[in-house]
Each structure stands twice: as C-alpha cells, then as structure tokens.
C-alpha cells in the first residue's frame, strides 16, 4: 500500500484540479450514458423513459456516499481496489470484486468507442457495416492509448476541453430541439402512463450504468489535488452536472421521436433526433457533439482502469507479465487495457457490451456498499442508512435487470453468470498459489512474475 502514501502526498508528478476531475467524470458519464444508452432505455422504459435517469441518479447518488467515505479517508489511485481491500482485506472477494470494476469500466470503453463509430459513420450512412464500425472503434481506442501515453496533463487537459465542448454543445442541440418540436410530439404526443413498471426499473440499470463515470474520479483519487475534501466535491458535482444534462436530452429526442423510431435508431438516437428538429445542420451538429464526447469518455475511462489495474498489480491481487515489454507496470497496464477494449469492441455489439456491464457493476457495487457497512462504516463516519439503502437499490434494479434480460436475450444472463463466476474462480486459484509460493523456501524465485 505504499500508492496510497505517495499519492496522498501529492508526489504524483501530475496532479488533476477539482475541475480536471469533474470534466474526467463527466467525459466518461456523458459519453456513454447520453450517446451509447438512451436508445435502450427507451426501449426498456417506454415514453417516461426520462424517469429512469432521476432514478438512475437518486441511485447514483446513494451509491456515491460509500466511495465518497472511503476517499475522504484514504484518497488512493486504484481507489475502488483500496476501498474492498480495507473492507475484505487482501483476498479473493476484494480481489474478485475490484477485477469486476475493471472488467465494467473496459467494457465502457469498447461501448463508447463502438457508439463513436456508429455515429462517425452516420453521415456516410454507414452505421450498419459491421467491420467499418469495428475499425473506427478501434481506432479510437489506439488514439486514447497515446494520449493517455502523453501523461496525466495531457488526459486532465484535454477532457477538460471536451467536456466544455461537449456539455456547451449538448445543451444547445437540447434547448434547440424542445424548443423546435415542443413538448407535445414525438414520444409524448400521446397519453403517458406507466404500463410496465417493471420494464422501468429494469431500464434504470442502463441510467445507472449511465452515471458510474463518477468511479473514475475515485480510482483517481490519487492525482487529485487536495483529494480528501476534492473526491467528494468532484463526484457530486459531475453527477449534478450529467443529470442536467440526460434529462435536456431525454426531453429533447423524446419530442423529436416516437419510442419506435428511437428504439429502431438507439444507437445513433440523437442524430436521428436532430434531424426532424433541428434538419440538415442540426444532424451534422450532434454527430460533432457525439464523435467529442465519446472521444473524451475513452480517454477518461483508459486513464482509469489503467490505474485501477496499476493498484492491483502493486497489492499482488491479480497476476502480471510484462511479455517482454520495457517501462513499469503503469504502461503495461495501459496496453493491456487498450488491447482487451479493443477486443471487445471488434468482436460485440452495443447491446450486450451495456448488459454485460451493468451485471459487472452492480455486482461490484453491491459488494462495496456491504463491505463498508459490514466493516468500516465506525472508521469512515458512515451512517448505516444510507448504506443500507444504498445496497437495497442496486438489489433491487439487479433483480429487475435480470428478470428482464431472462426474457429478451437469456444468453447475456448467462454470459455474465459464466463472467462472473471465472472472476471468482480464477482469483483464489492465483490467490491459493501465491499464498502457497510465499509460504515454499523457493517462494522469491517463483514470486518474480507476479
């Protein structure tokens, strides 16, 4: 744990402003939660599908309050592995859980990254050929992997730039839309009622999903400049800003589209949007607003779980080769990140990559919360309330989630079953030998490549 020191001391050799760290967590929110979601949970929620962004932030909101106890305490890059390594101590749950949290926030990547193609290709009306989307995806990615290679300025820096650029550009297309198709068209034309309440809560773990771009402030808690008053501040204030945000564009497509035509164009539903509002110029608009912020939220994210994993591979939780590579493990770290984002984002499509995701994280999320409130909530101040509810609501909208995808796409329940279950599996295999190779006389030889 000798990170945490470090980095609480500010011997960082780049550190992030309370505003770099809010237009990190926002460039990771906004580009996939706006761009690469609303379409499904549309889909999902029907006409009052801008409900499930309140929920989604309520629950956000809740969630928040464990990571901002735990930061406050002990501000740590790779804070979300530090947080379930002082609740569960060094082992296969803290392990498990923290390698689920990596997994989600890669699975972010390959999402918004494929969402940058879609709607790159948009213009050219090529959105529906697979292998150009795959490559435009990719590109992104080896993009965000040499910026994220510049240093931490050049990430801080650059999403702060778009994110102005992004959240200026967003409100306009928003407050431009309405304006243009009002609020009695499109989705809400007709009598609105709440026909599939369950439909709802399920779509909440899409806004959910939407919003978890605040654990990336936390896993860079680090960088932060007077990290244990400005982690809190910065995941808060990302969080009130995206809620503004999603709710202006929820309103805004819903008033330009039916549900059937989001549902049909969910992956590109803001320039579908633009055009019946907006026309010609507008379109062309929101693709430049989406190719920005989804450009942004890669590189955010890559910054993150590079981090993150940097964080495991320091307290020995999850194994590592440098495969003949020079540099430390942060660099490595970086590649292996971009190589599996990468992967993922050729090989899936948009709609299992979010539900994969969502499992991913809830999961994670749900382990976080019990573990402060089984073992540190006296250490961190923590009400138990608020802790309490907070695991009540990811319960119950994992419950929900899940009943859901039982019916519409029952392999994606199983694909994050079989996930979830090898995350836990393969960590008390590496766990087990690594406990038995330190306890062997020849424990230094056989230590080296972990």
């Not at 780049?14 to 979601?37: E, K, N, P, Q, R």
């Not at 860079?220 to 969080?239: Q, W």
Request: proline share 2%.
């Amino acid at each position: 744990m000798q990170t945490d020191g470090a980095n609480q001391h500010g011997e960082s050799a780049d550190s992030i402003t309370l505003l770099g760290g809010v237009a990190m967590g926002t460039g990771v929110m906004i580009g996939a939660g706006i761009f690469a979601l609303t379409g499904q949970i549309a889909e999902l929620a029907g006409p009052l599908f801008p409900l499930s962004f309140i929920a989604g932030a309520l629950v956000t909101s809740l969630a928040a309050y464990s990571y901002i106890k735990m930061s406050n305490k002990w501000p740590s890059s790779g804070g979300i592995a530090m947080i379930l390594q002082k609740a569960y101590g060094p082992g296969v749950i803290a392990a498990s859980a923290s390698l689920l949290m990596a997994l989600s926030m890669v699975i972010n990547e390959s999402l918004v990254a494929r969402t940058f193609a879609t709607y790159a290709l948009r213009p050219f009306s090529l959105e529906s050929t697979g292998w150009l989307v795959s490559l435009a995806a990719l590109a992104l990615i080896i993009f965000a992997y040499f910026v994220n290679a510049a240093g931490n300025k050049s990430v801080s820096g650059f999403s702060l730039v778009m994110s102005a650029i992004k959240i200026g550009g967003i409100a306009v297309f928003a407050v431009a839309a309405i304006w243009a198709s009002g609020f009695s068209s499109g989705a809400f034309s007709g009598p609105v009622t709440l026909t599939n309440a369950e439909a709802l809560l399920a779509s909440v773990a899409f806004s959910i999903l939407a919003f978890k771009g605040f654990t990336t402030i936390t896993n860079s808690g680090g960088e932060i400049v007077a990290p244990h008053k400005n982690v809190g501040r910065t995941i808060m204030i990302s969080i009130a800003v995206c809620i503004v945000v999603y709710l202006l564009v929820a309103v805004a497509v819903g008033s330009s589209l039916s549900i059937s035509d989001i549902v049909v164009a969910r992956d590109y539903s803001l320039a579908a949007a633009a055009r019946p509002a907006l026309g010609e110029l507008g379109f062309y608009f929101t693709v430049a607003i989406a190719i920005a912020a989804t450009t942004s939220g890669v590189i955010a994210s890559v910054f993150a779980v590079s981090r993150m994993l940097t964080m495991l591979t320091d307290m020995k939780m999850i194994p590592h080769s440098h495969f003949g590579m020079s540099g430390g493990i942060r660099s490595h770290m970086l590649v292996y990140t971009v190589v599996v984002a990468g992967t993922l984002a050729v090989l899936f499509d948009l709609s299992r990559i979010a539900s994969l995701g969502a499992f991913f994280y809830l999961v994670m999320d749900m382990l976080v919360h019990w573990g402060v409130f089984r073992h540190l909530r006296e250490e961190v101040g923590a009400r138990a309330s608020i802790l309490l509810a907070a695991l009540a609501a990811d319960g119950v909208v994992l419950v929900a989630f899940t009943v859901a995808k039982l019916r519409s796409d029952p392999a994606v329940v199983i694909y994050a079953v079989i996930g979830i279950a090898a995350v836990f599996v393969g960590e008390w295999i590496f766990l087990s030998r690594k406990s038995g190779a330190s306890a062997s006389p020849d424990s230094n030889q056989s230590g080296k490549a972990g």
